[in-house]
Each structure stands twice: as C-alpha cells, then as structure tokens.
C-alpha cells in the first residue's frame, strides 16, 4: 500500500492544485479511520 503515506511524510505531487488533492485525500482516509474506531452508544432501557 504505497498510495497512502503516513501524515508525517511529505507530498508527492509538484503542482500546487495536486498537492491539495493529495492532502484532502489523506484527510478523508485518516477520518475513515477515525470514524471505523468510534464507539456506538445506544440507550438500553
């Protein structure tokens, strides 16, 4: 899994417009994540 870097690394792409699509692709995976480890609450009575 090459295509997705850790946060820290730096971007890949040149051009200025690419390097925002890369990072707000990075952003959507990272909240991917985020929302995979939430816990679901439910109201049990």
Do not use: H, S
């Not at 699509?21 to 990075?26: C, G, H, I, L, S």
């Amino acid at each position: 899994m090459n295509c997705v870097k850790r946060p820290g690394k730096g971007l890949m792409a040149r051009d200025f417009d690419r390097q925002v699509a890369e990072r707000q692709v990075r952003i959507a995976v990272l909240n991917q994540y985020t929302a995979l480890g939430m816990p679901v609450t439910e109201l049990i009575r």
